[in-house]
T-cell receptor, first 112, second 115 residues
Framework: NAGVTQTPKFRILKIGQSMTLQCTQD?????MYWYRQDPGMGLKLIYY???????DKGEVPNGYNVSRSTTEDFPLRLELAAPSQTSVYFC???????????FGSGTRLTVV | AQSVTQPDIHITVSEGASLELRCNYSYGATPYLFWYVQSPGQGLQLLLKYFSGDTLVQGIKGFEAEFKRSQSSFNLRKPSVHWSDAAEYFC?????????????FGSGTQVVVTP
């Protein structure tokens, strides 16, 4: 029972490079979310999805894009990386609104 | 505006002592509330949740929380802290009118446990 799997765990990018953070869940959850965590700031919602083909912007979407072609996968794309995107990124999924989220273990990204 | 506040950034507690972490929210609609714990280098783990019924809820690892609507609070408690409880704790709030299930997280409280 893998739950929510995020890859890679660590990554260093140079300014202007692009990358995709992968997120896969094996629980058949419809709802999926991407958050970023910065020290002292808690978690901020980047994008979310309620099912395949349906996504929407969260609180801090600038500089990111997502797609949801399957129930299992919800990749987060960074285009033209900037130092402000240095953060820890968490993917989460949920089956029902009242059950809470299952989180992945995170991706620590540094942009230099 | 909707908000979730954890007033304490950092708490130090002795092993065996009691612990209380505060969470206050400001939401117009009926909230549902969660506490998560994050150990160093790990993802977040759900401790407990409240969405209706008994306002005192029990969670994993011996934690409990009490929902007080009149005070817009959902404080987390543990009667006797263990060294393994050292972690960061996050309160999260959602609203029943949000069909997307989005949660807003507080800024977290770091708990240090001393011998």
């Amino acid at each position: 029972n893998a739950g929510v799997t995020q890859t890679p765990k660590f990554r260093i990018l140079k300014i202007g490079q692009s990358m995709t953070l992968q997120c896969t869940q094996d629980m058949n959850h419809n709802y999926m979310y991407w958050y970023r965590q910065d020290p002292g700031m808690g978690l901020k919602l980047i994008y979310y999805s309620v099912g395949a083909g349906i996504t929407d912007k969260g609180e801090v979407p600038n500089g990111y894009n997502v797609s949801r072609s399957t129930t299992e996968d919800f990749p987060l794309r960074l285009e033209l990386a900037a130092p402000s995107q240095t953060s820890v990124y968490f993917c989460a999924s949920s089956q029902a609104l009242t059950l809470g989220y299952t989180f992945g273990s995170g991706t620590r990204l540094t942009v230099v | 505006a909707q908000s979730v506040t954890q007033p304490d950034i950092h708490i130090t507690v002795s092993e065996g002592a009691s612990l209380e972490l505060r969470c206050n929210y400001s939401y117009g609609a009926t909230p549902y509330l969660f506490w998560y714990v994050q150990s160093p280098g790990q993802g977040l783990q759900l401790l407990l949740k409240y969405f209706s019924g008994d306002t005192l809820v029990q969670g994993i690892k011996g934690f409990e929380a009490e929902f007080k609507r009149s005070q817009s609070s959902f404080n987390l408690r543990k009667p006797s802290v263990h060294w393994s409880d050292a972690a960061e704790y996050f309160c999260a709030v959602g609203v029943t009118t949000d069909s997307w299930g989005k949660l807003q997280f507080g800024s977290g409280t770091q708990v240090v446990v001393t011998p």
